[in-house]
């Protein structure tokens, strides 16, 4: 009987869950750009004279995921108010017990707020280090170690033998068009696009197709066949240029997590560097500290 109330219990909770993060979007049926605070704060719920207003299910809401907050939830809202009624009905039973006093509910609520506390704490110091200078800074680091990377345009037709390349290559030495024998007789998907690979690095290719790439000048074809694992190639290079870096805006989201993650890092170091810390083993002796890796420049 106890294990087929606790089954209930826990898909009772895990439908409040589902239904509680649906009401994510429920402004955005009226208005895709209203936020939490421009909403009217409304009551959707009363449970013995105990209020309940949409800013709480707005709030609880905030930490379920994405896909979760944008399902449609029109004719879901009652069923949520409901659940949170369930809520109050629990808590109010169990405070009534005095389970509030209880020497379990203090440890975790202790345990919640040590959590809470260094949450709010940790974004206050993100939040105050995250400049635009630090942007700016971390900016120009990505650009000094990720150098413009020359790139080539190139055609290729792929053909099975050797004897079949320099066959084409015989071909194209007499003025046959690149292009219209890549898509008569290559095997290479793109055959139909005329062999166009577009642009690319030198690393994205393999080697040997690589090498023979970057040799040519823009204009010219292989003289010799390229042999891959894929087969025997003929190339033919269109053009050459210098790969452009990306804009700051084009990368800031990563570069703000990159420098969140770096401040979060200095925080903890120094943190650590003014405490004194033992962690014992499971013998009940100390255990050595590892050394604290440099910062990251």
């Given at each position: ?16 869950w589902v239904l509680t993060g649906a009401v994510a979007s429920v402004q955005a049926q009226d208005d895709p750009t209203a936020t939490a605070e421009q909403v ?34 029109q004719m879901l809202v009652p069923l949520v108010a409901d659940q949170l009624v369930t809520g109050r009905l629990i808590a109010r039973k169990a405070m009534d ?201």
């Amino acid at each position: 009987m106890r294990s087929s109330t606790l089954k209930a219990a826990a898909s009772g909770a895990v439908l409040a869950w589902v239904l509680t993060g649906a009401v994510a979007s429920v402004q955005a049926q009226d208005d895709p750009t209203a936020t939490a605070e421009q909403v009217e704060d409304r009551l959707v719920a009363e449970v013995n004279g105990e209020k309940i207003y949409q800013s709480e299910v707005l709030d609880t809401i905030q930490t379920l995921p994405p896909q979760v907050r944008q399902m449609p939830v029109q004719m879901l809202v009652p069923l949520v108010a409901d659940q949170l009624v369930t809520g109050r009905l629990i808590a109010r039973k169990a405070m009534d017990a005095g389970l509030q006093d209880s020497e379990e509910v203090q440890r975790r609520l202790a345990d919640a707020e040590r959590r809470i506390v260094q949450e709010v704490w940790l974004n206050q110091q993100i939040d105050e280090k995250m400049t635009e200078e630090a942007i700016q800074a971390a900016y120009q680091d990505f650009l000094a170690a990720n150098p413009p990377a020359e790139e080539v345009r190139a055609r290729h037709i792929l053909v099975e033998t050797e004897e079949e390349a320099r066959d084409i290559i015989r071909q194209l030495e007499e003025g046959g068009d690149f292009a219209a024998i890549a898509a008569e007789k290559s095997k290479d998907p793109g055959a139909s696009n005329g062999g166009d690979l577009g642009y690319f690095t030198k690393d994205r290719m393999v080697e040997p197709f690589a090498e023979a790439a970057f040799a040519l000048e823009p204009g010219t074809t292989s003289e010799e066949p390229v042999q891959t694992q894929f087969g025997w190639h003929v190339i033919r290079v269109e053009d050459r240029r210098m790969q452009e870096q990306p804009t700051l805006e084009q990368i800031r989201g990563s570069l703000e997590q990159d420098v969140e993650r770096q401040i979060v890092q200095d925080i903890v170091a120094e943190l650590r560097s003014d405490a004194e810390i033992t962690v014992y083993g499971p013998d009940g002796n100390p255990m050595a500290q590892p050394e604290e890796a440099p910062a990251e420049q």
